[in-house]
Structure formats: structure tokens, C-alpha cells
């Protein structure tokens, strides 16, 4: 899948389980490991991890297997690396202390 697609796709599978704030964030040139990061909000741990595993199996029916994921065992925070595309799933609270959008933008 190129990356716009795999981008659209991961969109609309966070879309699909009710992630809130879907912000999708050019970071090619400033990081070496990915092009976006697309970052969203759940309502809980387990809204956040449900999230999170929703994205992994409907990647991997799609024949994209993700390098790794990280985080689903606490839940306030996951994250699902595509290669190109990082995808982190957070709790509100995680969202606000780290504020990733205002570091990488």
C-alpha cells in the first residue's frame, strides 16, 4: 500500500472504532524512521487498546504487517509502528502531558 493509502486506511480504521482527534502530522523531514504520525484519542485504556488492536488485524488483513506495537499492556498510551506511518493511540491525559502534535509540528 503506498502511503496515502495505508494513510486513508488507518484514518478510517480509527474513525471506525470512535478514535477522537485524528491528526495526521508530516514528519519526513524531520525524522528518519517515519513520514507521518497520526495520532488519536480514546476514552479509556481499554477504548485505547481496543483502538490500537483494531488497527493492527485490519492492517494485517490488508497484507501490511506492522514492525511492532507498544504500550497495549497499560493502555494509556499505544503504539502501532507501520514503517512509514506511526500511529499512537492515547488516553486524553497522556495526550495533553505529551502533546506530541506541538513537538513534531
Given at each position: 500500500?503506498?502511503?496515502?493509502?495505508?494513510?486513508?486506511?488507518?484514518v478510517?480504521?480509527?474513525?471506525?472504532?470512535?478514535?477522537?482527534?485524528?491528526?495526521?502530522?508530516?514528519?519526513?523531514?524531520?525524522?528518519?524512521?517515519?513520514?507521518?504520525?497520526?495520532?488519536?484519542?480514546?476514552?479509556?485504556?481499554?477504548?485505547?487498546?481496543?483502538?490500537?488492536?483494531?488497527?493492527?488485524?485490519?492492517?494485517?488483513?490488508?497484507?501490511?504487517?506492522?514492525?511492532?506495537?507498544?504500550?497495549?499492556?497499560?493502555?494509556?498510551?499505544?503504539?502501532?509502528?507501520?514503517?512509514?506511518?506511526?500511529?499512537?493511540?492515547?488516553?486524553?491525559?497522556?495526550?495533553?502531558?505529551?502533546q506530541?502534535?506541538?513537538?513534531?509540528?
Amino acid at each position: 500500500m503506498q502511503l496515502d493509502a495505508l494513510s486513508a486506511f488507518v484514518v478510517d480504521k480509527l474513525d471506525d472504532m470512535k478514535g477522537r482527534d485524528i491528526t495526521v502530522l508530516d514528519i519526513e523531514e524531520k525524522a528518519s524512521f517515519a513520514s507521518q504520525m497520526i495520532i488519536c484519542s480514546g476514552n479509556s485504556n481499554r477504548h485505547v487498546k481496543s483502538i490500537a488492536d483494531h488497527v493492527v488485524i485490519e492492517c494485517r488483513a490488508q497484507g501490511h504487517e506492522p514492525l511492532g506495537t507498544e504500550g497495549n499492556d497499560v493502555g494509556e498510551w499505544s503504539l502501532v509502528d507501520l514503517g512509514d506511518i506511526i500511529v499512537h493511540v492515547m488516553t486524553d491525559e497522556m495526550r495533553d502531558r505529551y502533546q506530541l502534535e506541538q513537538l513534531w509540528s
